[in-house]
């Protein structure tokens, strides 16, 4: 294995950003603009989201997190010219060892349906398909 993995930290903000807007299949909201939401989440979820890095370059990163109950991954990407090769695979494994280390034991990630892609590699991982929820959303507006 010829990279690295290790947590996410603040500093990583803006090469995990440019990482997911160069990445399609990756969908960020406006807010996601600002270093202090990526802050936020890293905070509220220590240790669980992770970086790739080969020769100092982040060429794979995933956000994911818990709520106690739940876990969740977003914005898994891996950099074009590094696919094929293992990275994602060694992210979700890292996310997947740390949500056990704390007792979760159901792990949810949002795929678009065109995102063939990714819905292999999930599956390839073990990742099932749900057809028996539809995912609501609901807006709430800055108060
Ligand atoms: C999806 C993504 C993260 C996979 O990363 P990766 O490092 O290339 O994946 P891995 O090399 O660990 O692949 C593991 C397995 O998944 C499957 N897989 C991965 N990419 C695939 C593809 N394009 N087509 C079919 N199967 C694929 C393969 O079975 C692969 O194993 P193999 O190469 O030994 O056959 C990467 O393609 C990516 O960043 N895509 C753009 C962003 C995105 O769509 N993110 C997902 C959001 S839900």
């Known amino acids: 294995m010829d990279f690295d993995v290790s947590p996410l930290t603040q ?11 160069s990445s399609e299949g990756v969908v960020l909201q406006s807010d996601e603009r600002h270093p202090h939401v990526f802050v936020r989440f890293l905070s509220r979820n220590p240790g669980m989201s992770f970086g790739a890095r080969r020769a100092g370059r982040l060429i794979g990163a995933v956000l994911a997190g818990h709520d106690g109950r739940r876990g969740y991954v977003y914005h898994l990407a891996v950099a074009a010219d590094c696919r094929r090769q293992g990275i994602g695979k060694t992210l979700v494994a890292s996310v997947e060892r740390e949500m056990t280390r ?35 959303s609901h807006l709430l507006l800055p108060g």
């Open 11 to 21: 500093e990583d903000f803006g090469d995990a950003y440019a990482l997911w807007e």
């Open 102 to 136: 704390q007792g979760i034991w159901k792990v949810h990630a949002n795929v678009v349906y065109r995102n063939l892609r990714a819905q292999y590699f999930w599956k390839k991982l073990g990742w099932f398909e749900r057809d028996d929820i539809a995912l609501f």
